[in-house]
């Protein structure tokens, strides 16, 4: 049953979550090579997800797929969370949170223009002007503020941070023909690309790992970041009665974790970062204009 209170609920809780990570992913970081991390929080979100499925009484789902959904789950896990959270993961590992965090946000962004050729929507002016104005946030941020001498911080955890925007919103589109259940589909994902992250891991970093705060940290991440919070905004968007509302709290994310990047991390936020963040912010709101006016012209009719 639609119930909107208890979908605003359910999407503050989420957005809460998605406020802590990015200092959860600098802490994790401190003493873990990116793809170990990968590996921790991957198996606590499969460990997690598998809870979820038992307690809600739908783990025998995960039986009675397809052969081909079961391939797919392979080819989607090689997407999420293989090469989505080591491009993450490896961002942060070289930029300031206060940077691959607002600079991650413009996924939503590259979903919208991916939709053009992928699934047949149309490309809005108001999608140009969003990408002006949310792109430009991401030059501020990335230089800065030295926007005119485009000198870069960190190159190469800039090209890591906006190539996992683009391949997280690849795996979106890939998931609007996905017919299995949300949550299992997440799950059978995250098995299925478990062994290449252990193989990755083994080959490159080494399974060895210091055990300590990195590692309470990146299990913090794969249960909340990877599982909890994905099931709680599924809840939230299954329960609103105005889906524009409840999507509309992510904004509040990006500001509130500036707060934890603060006081947990210790990182001096830079007025760019503010800039810069308000700027990809604007973008994102814009993007999303005509489709929450639309919404609203289905409610009133």
Request: with cysteine; net charge positive; aromatic share 12%.
């Given at each position: ?11 503050l ?13 600098k ?7 990116p793809v170990?991390?990968?590996l921790?929080a ?6 997690v997800m ?18 081909g959904?079961?391939v797919q789950?392979?080819?989607?896990g090689l ?8 491009l993450?993961?490896g ?14 946000y ?8 991916l939709?053009?050729p992928f699934?047949g ?19 501020v941020?990335?230089?800065r ?7 870069f911080s960190d190159?190469l ?5 906006l190539g996992s925007?683009l391949?997280?919103?690849?795996y979106?589109?890939?998931a609007?023909?996905d017919?299995?259940?949300?949550v299992?589909g997440?799950?059978?994902?995250f ?10 891991c083994?080959?490159t ?18 249960v ?10 599924s809840q939230?968007?299954?329960k609103?009665?105005?889906?524009s509302?409840?999507?509309?709290l ?7 974790s500036l707060v934890f ?8 936020i830079?007025?760019?970062t503010?800039?810069?963040l ?8 814009l993007q999303?204009?005509?489709v929450?006016q ?5 409610v009133?009719?």
């Amino acid at each position: 049953m639609k119930d909107q209170k208890q979908a605003m609920i359910y999407g503050l809780a989420t957005v809460l979550l998605w406020s802590t990570v990015a200092t959860a992913f600098k802490l994790s970081l401190a003493d873990l090579a990116p793809v170990q991390m990968l590996l921790v929080a991957c198996t606590a979100s499969i460990v997690v997800m598998a809870m979820i499925l038992i307690v809600q009484g739908r783990w025998k789902q995960v039986f009675q797929l397809r052969r081909g959904q079961y391939v797919q789950s392979m080819a989607m896990g090689l997407i999420n969370p293989c090469l989505y959270y080591f491009l993450l993961f490896g961002a942060f590992d070289r930029l300031p949170a206060q940077e691959a965090q607002p600079l991650n946000y413009t996924w939503a962004l590259v979903l919208a223009y991916l939709s053009v050729p992928f699934l047949g929507q149309k490309l809005r002016r108001i999608d140009i002007l969003a990408g002006l104005v949310c792109y430009a946030g991401v030059v501020v941020i990335a230089t800065r503020g030295a926007v005119t001498s485009l000198s870069f911080s960190d190159p190469l955890g800039v090209s890591l941070a906006l190539g996992s925007t683009l391949v997280w919103a690849s795996y979106w589109v890939i998931a609007t023909r996905d017919t299995r259940d949300p949550v299992v589909g997440l799950f059978l994902n995250f098995l299925f690309g478990l062994p290449v992250i252990i193989i990755a891991c083994w080959q490159t970093a080494g399974l060895a790992m210091p055990i300590g705060g990195s590692i309470a940290a990146a299990v913090y991440v794969g249960v909340f970041e990877m599982g909890i919070a994905f099931v709680l905004w599924s809840q939230a968007m299954k329960k609103a009665e105005n889906t524009s509302k409840v999507s509309n709290l992510i904004f509040i994310s990006p500001f509130l974790s500036l707060v934890f990047i603060y006081f947990i991390l210790g990182e001096v936020i830079l007025t760019s970062t503010y800039v810069g963040l308000v700027l990809i912010i604007a973008g994102l709101w814009l993007q999303q204009k005509k489709v929450r006016q639309r919404e609203q012209a289905l409610v009133r009719g």
